[in-house]
């Protein structure tokens, strides 16, 4: 009985001491067909910059210092979250499974488009969440390609973690859309 209650103890000051919470975005649920496609479409792995590739999430509180939000890490990396919520974005509102990852191994058709992300900054600073980002859409047909610079930001009410992770999926759904109407 001792060790019962020792192990269950331990285990709740360990999960006590560990009080964390974690987020993401790109909830994708409500997103209806908007212009069907069958082109075959390579999304790239989005590139980010590096305070957010690591789990804590981070903002800004002057322009040269990021501090980490108390408790509040990214559930997944966000490079792959980020790719994979443009992917599953494209495909619901083009009706179109024919997008995927690239480079990829298992798919063996042609090529139509190629798409390519960066951001550069994606961040809540100053009582808004700022997105800036330049993305390619490349016709491999034609090999002509829209070359665009992006920014957009969301202003915030308050300083909640859950309102800027709400802000920052607003502005990157806005990037989406942009990218998804120039497809």
């Known amino acids: 009985m001792k060790k019962i209650y020792f192990m269950i103890t331990t285990l709740l000051f360990f999960m006590g001491c560990s009080s964390k919470e974690f987020y993401t975005i790109g909830d994708t649920t409500g997103i209806s067909t908007k212009n069907p496609s069958t082109q075959v479409i390579a999304v790239e792995m989005v590139k980010l910059p590096i305070y957010m590739m690591d789990s804590p999430i981070y903002k800004k509180d002057t322009p040269h210092h990021l501090v980490k939000l108390d408790n509040a890490n990214w559930i997944n990396t966000m490079d792959k979250q980020l790719t994979q919520t443009l992917i ?15 480079p990829w191994s298992s798919i063996h058709k042609p090529v139509d488009k190629k798409v390519t992300v960066e951001i550069t900054n994606f961040i809540a600073y100053n009582s808004k969440v700022t997105l800036e980002a330049n993305y390619q859409i490349l016709d491999k047909k034609t090999n002509q390609s829209i070359n665009q610079l992006f920014h957009t930001e969301e202003k915030l009410s308050s300083d909640s973690v859950e309102e800027i992770i709400q802000n920052m999926e607003k502005t990157y759904f806005t990037l989406v859309e942009e990218i998804n109407s120039k497809l």
Do not use: A, D, G, V
Not at 91 to 96: D, F, T, V
């Open 88 to 102: 599953t974005y494209l495909q619901k509102s083009q009706n179109n499974p024919n997008i995927h990852t690239y």
